[in-house]
């Protein structure tokens, strides 16, 4: 079995697990520009210690050329404590933001896991 075939993808708007990546309306070549990646941007996720997302990778696709890995955020505190399951003072929300300088046209794919529900996907055009 490929590990492709273990991805899920669907509409983000639906599906609580997906991740979102948001850029600016207009992306110069050469110049850095802010991606935003989160997941539950319409139906939040409820990154508890039982069900969390626990990564996102964000990967770039030139037209021509090979994946190149863009960045990597791990989301750690679940609101564990000694107390119990959820009573801890720290929760993470799976956002992040980061800068990104192009000088070809692709896709940015972004990656999320839950710990429960597994790996999903999304991608969007990058163009100039």
């Known amino acids: 079995m490929a590990i492709g075939e273990l991805v899920k ?15 600016p309306e207009k992306i110069v070549s050469g110049e850095a520009f802010t991606v935003e990646v989160s997941v539950g941007k319409e139906i939040a996720h409820p990154n508890t210690t039982e069900h ?9 696709k030139p037209e ?10 791990e989301y750690m505190a679940h609101g564990e404590a ?30 999320s896991y839950c710990n429960i529900h597994g790996l999903w996907e999304s991608e969007t055009d990058v163009k100039f």
Do not use: M
């Open 82 to 111: 000694v107390a119990g399951a959820n009573q801890g003072p720290a929760h993470a929300d799976p956002c992040s933001t980061f800068k990104l300088k192009l000088t070809q046209p692709g896709k940015l794919i972004a990656t």
């Open 52 to 60: 969390f997302i626990n990564w996102i990778s964000v990967y770039f």
């Open 64 to 73: 021509s050329g090979n994946l190149i890995n863009v960045a990597r955020f």
């Open 9 to 23: 993808s669907a509409d983000y708007k639906s599906e609580k697990h997906v991740p979102v990546i948001v850029l």
